[in-house]
């Protein structure tokens, strides 16, 4: 009997790994980071899948950019700790996909706004494998 690979979806979010508008990690960041890798050395790894998610600010375009850039990001981050790279699979949504609702967080570009949009500037982190 072969057992089915579970998954975890781990999210992070990208204030925790990247400064607003940047694709380069931060200390706090490669810490939850960390995490993952221990979670993914601990059992029999099949992959793991990094996708990278920005507010709605910005062009479509620049945001599809900047959701990939942060997905590589974590990407090189944890081959560098040494997860095979063909076991981590990177992808960017831009803001098609954001957390907030349409009406939670109005109004122009402000501090306040983009504190309120934090939650869709993220990176969900899927592991899969065996225990």
Do not use: W
Not at 2 to 20: Q, R, Y
Not at 61 to 72: D, H, I, T, V
Not at 97 to 119: R, Y
């Amino acid at each position: 009997m072969t057992t089915k690979p579970s998954a975890d979806k781990i999210t992070v979010a990208a204030d925790a790994l990247f400064d607003f508008d940047k694709a380069t990690l931060r200390p706090e960041g490669k810490a939850k980071l960390d995490e993952v890798v221990a979670k993914s050395k601990a059992i029999k790894l099949e992959l793991i899948t990094a996708t990278g998610h920005t507010d709605r600010f910005g062009s479509d375009a620049y945001n599809q950019k900047l959701s990939e850039k942060r997905a590589a990001a974590v990407k090189a981050y944890l081959v560098s700790k040494g997860i095979a790279a063909n076991l981590v699979i990177t992808a960017g949504k831009g803001k098609t996909n954001p957390v907030t609702k349409p009406d939670q967080c109005p109004g122009p570009k402000s501090k306040k706004t983009i504190a309120c949009l934090q939650p869709d500037r993220r990176v969900d982190i899927e592991v899969i494998g065996n225990k």
